[in-house]
């Protein structure tokens, strides 16, 4: 499965950015996605994920309640709605899928199979 993410730009603190991750599977509707992020100079971690099977969806503390996870299954694409962004959302952002995901790793990036490559959100002051 090939991913490839995008939507990435700068925009201004309280303004929003959509980012689409678009998968190669015809059977992407039936992967669990997820979304990640790196910040300059801080590990990778967990932003929020879908999960295909019982249509459940997972945040990270740090953006409940700003982001939300939708898919559309007939496009093969799985979007990240950011909203009232700060300057600590700025990091690059990648998708990933994974298959066999349960619950309790799905905030854990070595559950995720495949990767797309990042796309860099910028928020300025």
């Known amino acids: 499965v090939q991913l490839q993410a995008s939507g990435g730009g700068l925009v201004q603190a309280g303004g929003s950015l959509r980012l689409s991750c678009v998968g190669s599977?015809?059977?992407?509707?039936?992967?669990?996605v997820g979304w990640f992020r790196q910040a300059p100079g801080k590990e990778r971690e967990f932003v929020l994920a879908?999960?295909?099977?019982?249509?459940?969806?997972h945040y990270a503390d740090s953006v409940k309640g700003r982001f939300t996870i939708s898919r559309d299954n007939a496009k093969n694409t799985v979007y990240l709605q950011m909203n009232n962004l700060n300057p600590e959302d700025t990091a690059v952002y990648y998708c990933?899928?994974?298959?066999?995901?349960?619950?309790?790793?799905?905030?854990?990036?070595?559950?995720?199979?495949?990767w797309g490559h990042g796309t860099l959100v910028t928020v300025s002051s």
């Open positions: 879908h999960k295909w099977n019982d249509d459940s969806r």
């Open positions: 990933a899928a994974g298959s066999r995901l349960i619950s309790s790793r799905i905030r854990d990036e070595s559950g995720y199979d495949y």
């Open positions: 599977a015809r059977t992407f509707s039936r992967y669990t």
